[in-house]
């Protein structure tokens, strides 16, 4: 969510350099982009565009750039339509700036600047117009960033530019990254170091309740009274997130086939650098905390706890839970899951339980992620850098990671050696799954239903959710997701010969109870595909998938959601819809 930018250098064509990480940055979602520069002349320049990165490049194409300090955005709107006034960068008379976050006491500030015209609805403009007044009442540019910075309330990443300070970007952020590098006689700032260029190895995190000054040449950091410290580099491999279509036409259906590897990759990863020096038999129960897609691992995670090691584990929505009265227990272990490791409602919940002096695991595709950076432990997941927005291979990673957990519970909890063996990836089974034609098939017939439901009961609803979350985002397909045993108690009253049923089915312990959800959805007219391991009465079933017989239903969560991850990209394709980049969403929710 919101990309942010920002280079100084004597760089070749950088407003070209600057749309080429727009680029890498889109992937997090984007109604609108722009840059900002300070031309030779030491004047501000803003150049805006909505809809898509090639709107501002063409927009750009059509204006000299002659600068060597330029900041750059992609927004996903929050406060305001989606318009040119609301799309960032912002500007007062003397001022430029970019923001990601949300200013909470925006309408407090405004007041206060009420001898300034506001020329749209983003709470970032603000930003701008308090630096441009602060700018009027201090000695230094630098200490006017200072005073603005604690005036605001919120969560931000934030770079700005002065009227007159030629070649200076200030930065600082609370609760949203932002990053730093330096290369040849370049300094970057990044909110994702996909940015940065393939040569670097070291970067700066710019951390809370800290200023950085970016000059050419020279980054310097400053604490919130201007005493000038030491920032602290950090080791990264940049090419580990570098990627590329390859032959494929989308990166969602890429990152199915790249399943097998991730999850592969993740598993090397938890034999080798398993940093979990923690008595995990102490634990009374474990909390699963997450969103979205993440939420579903989360759940996976809980059931996988109880199902191995007899004890009490539960998953929670981040945005609920951080409001819920549920108690901090000291005794309990609190798990976070966020492929990006930046979802903010995930790290409001990771620091309500520190606070109440409770142990955080998290479990990221990100490692060096505000989520894992603030855990007390990690279990990374290695899957590679994931671009749809729909998240598939990160999914099925995180599973794997949740099972790896449970199973390191149990053996402490018996006082043994954590097996190995007992984690079993069966990759006939997904090779079979991943080759399979049915799903672009049935994408035509699918698309003929009016109401859609997901069925599973235990394990299997908790796919059942995700596949109807998959089919939602890329699609637009209204679906739902129900506990089989619930359908009869309201929902039955939709069922009719324009409903189409997915039912899961991996557990034969549950076979008699699908058969009868099954018979009151053929008893009123409506269809049924099957996803199962098991076989049920022809009469009840009008298309079928066929799984694995051999993996336990706790295995099969690794990878039964497969199926309806390919099915949800077919769709959507027949649909004529982007599976990468589905409407209003973002890949990396960074706001409340």
């Not at 370049?186 to 909110?191: C, E, K, L, N």
């Amino acid at each position: 969510m919101c990309g942010i930018y920002g280079i100084i250098g004597k760089c070749k064509n950088i407003d070209k350099v600057a749309i080429n990480a727009l680029y890498e940055l889109e992937y997090r979602g984007y109604d609108s982009s722009g840059i900002a520069f300070l031309n030779t002349n030491k004047e501000i320049k803003v150049i805006k565009s909505t809809g898509k990165i090639e709107n501002l490049e063409k927009n750009i194409n059509n204006h000299e750039v002659s600068t060597e300090c330029l900041i750059a955005h992609t927004r996903w709107a929050t406060h305001g339509k989606i318009s040119t006034s609301n799309a960032h960068p912002h500007t007062s008379e003397n001022v430029a700036i970019v923001h990601n976050g949300i200013i909470t006491n925006y309408e407090e500030l405004k007041n206060k600047l009420n001898s300034y015209k506001f020329y749209g609805e983003c709470d970032s403009e603000v930003i701008a117009k308090l630096m441009d007044y602060n700018l009027q009442r201090s000695k230094t540019a630098l200490e006017a960033f200072c005073k603005t910075i604690k005036e605001l309330k919120g969560s931000y990443a934030i770079e700005c530019i002065v009227k007159g300070e030629y070649n200076t970007i200030f930065i600082a952020r609370k609760e949203s990254p932002i990053y730093v590098c330096k290369y040849k006689d370049t300094v970057i700032a990044s909110s994702d170091l996909i940015t940065f260029p393939k040569q670097t190895s070291t970067y700066f995190e710019v951390s809370e309740n800290q200023i950085c000054e970016l000059k050419k040449s020279k980054i310097k950091f400053f604490d919130l009274e201007l005493n000038e410290i030491k920032g602290t580099s950090k080791k990264y491999d940049i090419n580990e997130n570098k990627v590329s279509l390859n032959n494929y036409s989308h990166f969602m259906l890429k990152e199915i086939f790249d399943i097998p590897k991730a999850l592969n990759d993740t598993m090397k990863k938890l034999e080798s650098s398993d940093k979990l020096n923690i008595d995990l038999s102490r634990f009374e129960k474990v909390h699963f905390i997450a969103c979205g897609t993440a939420y579903h691992s989360a759940c996976v995670g809980a059931f996988m706890v109880q199902s191995l090691c007899g004890i009490d584990a539960q998953s929670h929505i981040a945005s609920e839970w951080i409001d819920s009265p549920t108690l901090c227990n000291k005794n309990h272990l609190f798990v976070m899951i966020s492929q990006s490791g930046e979802t903010f409602d995930t790290i409001l919940a990771l620091k309500k339980a520190k606070q109440n002096g409770c142990i955080c695991l998290s479990i990221t595709n990100t490692s060096y992620s505000t989520l894992a950076n603030l855990s007390d432990y990690v279990l990374p997941i290695v899957a590679g850098k994931e671009v749809a927005v729909a998240s598939t291979k990160v999914y099925n990673a995180c599973n794997l990671a949740c099972l790896y957990l449970a199973n390191k519970i149990k053996a402490e909890r018996q006082n043994l050696e954590l097996n190995l063996n007992d984690i079993k990836i069966d990759y006939n089974e997904i090779t079979k799954l991943l080759n399979a034609e049915f799903e672009k098939e049935f994408a035509n017939t699918l698309i003929n239903y009016k109401t859609i439901f997901f069925l599973g009961k235990c394990e299997d609803y908790i796919t059942a959710m995700e596949a109807s979350l998959k089919l939602k985002e890329i699609t637009y397909i209204n679906s739902s997701a129900y506990p089989s045993g619930e359908l009869k108690h309201g929902t039955l009253a939709l069922v009719d010969n324009e409903t189409l049923i997915i039912a899961y089915l991996t557990n034969a312990n549950y076979t008699d109870k699908m058969i009868s959800a099954l018979s009151e959805v053929k008893a009123r007219g409506g269809k049924v595909l099957l996803l199962s391991n098991q076989t049920l009465p022809k009469a009840l079933v009008d298309y079928s998938i066929k799984l694995s017989s051999g993996n336990s239903s706790i295995n099969m969560l690794l990878y039964s959601i497969i199926p309806m991850q390919k099915l949800a990209y077919y769709t959507a394709i027949k649909l004529n819809k982007n599976p990468d980049k589905p409407r209003n969403l973002a890949k990396s929710v960074t706001v409340a």
